[in-house]
């Protein structure tokens, strides 16, 4: 059995570029900060599995008038086609042009 966040180096390894969703929706990689993870578990993984990481965005918010914006992540993980685990993240950016971003 693999030990509990290792899904989440597994989720890092699958993608050549584990942050260009970010730079996809125009955040500068410069100004953002890890805010909260959660790993919500359905079954164990284990070494020999072919697990399958299926990530949307599932929310983008802000406060203190748009300086800070707060983008929610959510990654499935399946071992054919049945639940293994959900990783949410969320993100935050600091958005340098605004009062309190920079």
Known sequence: QVPPTYLLCLE???DPNPVGWLEGIGMNLMHILHGTQRFDYHAPA??????????????????KGGA???VVRRTR????????????STIVYRDPALKGGA
């Open 12 to 14: 890092m390894l699958d």
């Open 68 to 70: 800070l914006q707060f």
């Open 46 to 63: 284990y070494s020999d599995d072919r697990l399958t990481f299926e990530s949307d965005i599932q929310d983008i918010y802000e406060k």
């Open 77 to 88: 993980v399946t071992r054919d086609e049945e639940p293994v685990a959900t990783l949410t």
